[in-house]
């Protein structure tokens, strides 16, 4: 008995043992499935570009909650702004540079990273082709496509030659690390071929003529850390050529630094003077040949050509290949770069989203926008609106353009509405429609198209990022003003960017800021501030010990001649 007891317990135990391990291998197969149906539930996050606006999507992006793969024929991430300090070895290219896998790795390892660069974009099929720019010799094909249920364009942008012949072949530019590279590598055999033997004074003189096209930040910045380099270090150590060194800055407009206040802009020319930085105003270059340059001054006309050793492009942006080619597919092609609405979508797809440098958020339409809104209301199309109609419509008016409020608010605002009474003797308010377009005109002349800077896009990096976050809530609780909810349109506020204001280096330990409420500051103080908000804004702990280190360096040992 006891050992049939003992038999049936083995048995109840293992059976019992037996339907727990089927049922746990059931509850695991489920989990799998249900784990395999989440991993495949999460919707595809493409993201083109590893610059300011495609990490600062990723930094801020709750990648738990979306299948993140990044594609960019770079494998870190520049910090731009000192890319002119790299051009001279003020500082190492290393120090501003932070590979993409580290930022990855911050991120739980999550995100898919792969090295290649977007060829095409086919936004139909939502799908786009890459190629692998590594060694072909490697094994393996280069090429390859994926798919996304949102995209986001992040390539910035690729310098603008104007089609100015010969620029391509005998101008550097600055806007890689590689570029600046190569800048500071040919600044070095300027000076080492102007002291061969053998050389006629002016050969030498042609050959320390340098020339920056484009009076912009990156130009000026430039000329002013080449000026800095030569008289610190450079004419100690070439001193038989000292004298024959040349920088010139040619600018197309009457002044430079044009996008900042004027008195920064006098400041700089003014210093650029006592230098010897030779500044040429209303100029227009023509061509570019191996050793010289041709330009046109704008006022007489005149036509004139000048000897350099080296010259450097500097004169705006364009829209990458891959962009051009996505622009004409979507018929944007007559465009600069690709338009979004503000809530950074491509014009036209819900789905692609573009930022930083290579998109602009076009507002010229603020006017048709506000009258559109002005008119759903208006249902009867009787040109009146109740009191309570024209409250809602502003209010819908201001969560898209809070801009407006204040120009709602100003003298110059007229009066485009008469009270009325209607038969029932409500008030109602009759709109002047044609009144109130004229006065919104202005609106749309102040709403300008936003400069293409680092600022810019790390800020739409972070909204994006921000919207993606809520895209699950927002879409349980549609949110925004009553008129557009059953659209969905107004799930989240429209991107608004704030200027936190601007800085340029202008050499000898001198910088210009102008800062939020018209203050401007100038000067060796204003120097210090542009050294701490820089080491301040580094991406990470280490590329701020690098850059604070080789500061510290250039100040003990000064800069480092050799080429290699
Ligand atoms: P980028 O930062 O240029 O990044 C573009 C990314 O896309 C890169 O990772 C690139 O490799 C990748 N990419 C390119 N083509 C493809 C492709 N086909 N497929 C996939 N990926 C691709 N701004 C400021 O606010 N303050 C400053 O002081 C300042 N100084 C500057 C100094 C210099 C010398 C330069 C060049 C720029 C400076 N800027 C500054 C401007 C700022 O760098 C740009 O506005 C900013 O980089 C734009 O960010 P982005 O993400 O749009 O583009």
């Known amino acids: 008995h006891s050992t049939c007891s003992k038999l049936l317990l083995l048995f109840s135990v293992s059976s019992g043992g037996l339907v727990a ?13 249900e784990l395999s149906q989440l991993v495949s539930k999460r919707k595809r996050v493409l993201v083109l570009g590893t610059g300011w606006a495609g990490t600062s999507f990723l930094k801020y992006l709750d990648n738990s909650l979306y299948d993140v793969q990044v594609v960019s024929p770079r494998n870190y991430f520049a910090f731009t702004p000192l890319l002119p300090s790299v051009t001279c070895g003020t500082v190492e290219a290393r120090s501003i540079v932070e590979p993409i896998r580290n930022m990855i790795k911050k991120k739980n390892g999550e995100i898919k990273f792969w090295e290649a660069e977007c060829l095409k974009i086919d936004a139909t099929s939502k799908r786009v082709f890459c190629r692998s720019n590594l060694d072909e010799n490697l094994v393996g094909n280069n090429d390859f496509f994926l798919d996304y249920d949102y995209l986001i364009i992040a390539v910035g942008a690729q310098v603008n030659t104007f089609n100015t012949p010969g620029v391509v072949e005998y101008c550097y530019f600055l806007k890689e690390v590689e570029d600046a590279q190569k800048i500071r590598r040919s600044v070095i055999d300027c000076f080492e071929k102007a002291v061969l033997p053998g050389l006629s004074e002016e050969e030498r003189r042609t050959n320390l003529h340098f020339v920056i096209v484009g009076g912009g930040p990156t130009g000026v910045e430039f000329a002013a850390e080449l000026h800095d380099f030569v008289h610190s270090d450079l004419v100690k150590l070439y001193p038989s050529v000292k004298d024959l060194v040349n920088i010139t800055v040619i600018q197309s407009g009457d002044h430079i630094l044009n996008t900042f206040d004027e008195r920064i802009s006098s400041f700089a020319e003014r210093k650029f003077k006592r230098d010897g930085i030779e500044v040429l105003t209303g100029s227009r270059v023509e061509s570019v040949s191996d050793n010289f340059l041709t330009m046109k001054m704008k006022s007489t006309g005149e036509v004139f050509s000048i000897p350099h050793g080296m010259v450097v492009w500097s004169t705006g942006v364009g829209a990458r290949p891959v962009v051009k080619d996505f622009m004409e597919q979507i018929g944007q092609g007559s465009r600069r770069v690709l338009a979004t609405d503000e809530w950074l979508r ?4 819900q789905d692609v989203y ?8 076009d507002q010229r339409k603020v006017m048709e926008d506000i009258l559109t809104i002005f008119k759903s209301a208006d249902e009867d199309n009787s040109g009146t609106l109740s009191i309570e109609e024209f409250h809602d419509v502003i209010e819908d008016v201001l969560v898209r353009y809070p801009q407006v409020e204040l120009y709602l ?35 749309d002349a102040q709403t300008k198209s936003l400069p293409a800077t680092a600022q810019v896009a ?32 107004h799930q989240f506020l429209p991107f608004r960017y704030q200027h936190l204001g601007q800085f340029a280096t202008l050499g000898g330990d001198q910088a210009a800021a102008e800062l939020p409420g018209d203050w401007v500051s100038v000067g060796h103080s204003t120097q210090w501030l542009w ?34």
């Open 409 to 443: 608010k100003s003298k110059h605002m007229p009066d485009v509405t008469h009270l009325l009474k209607d038969a029932e003797g409500n008030a109602r308010l009759e709109v002047d429609y044609e009144e109130f377009k004229l006065a919104l005109s202005l609106v």
């Open 21 to 33: 391990y089927a049922e746990s291998q059931a509850e695991s197969e489920r989990h799998g499935f």
């Open 354 to 361: 573009a930022l930083g440098d290579c998109a602009t958020v």
């Open 346 to 349: 491509v014009k036209g797809f």
């Open 458 to 489: 790390a800020q739409q990096g972070e909204y994006l990022s921000r919207c993606f976050n809520l895209r699950k809530q927002c879409e349980n609780n549609p949110e925004g003003p009553r008129r557009f909810r059953a659209s969905g349109r």
């Open 531 to 564: 050294y701490s908000v820089y080491a301040s804004k580094q991406v990470s702990w280490r590329t701020r010990f690098l850059v604070v280190s080789d500061w510290t360096r250039r100040y003990i040992f000064g800069r480092d001649s050799s080429r290699i």
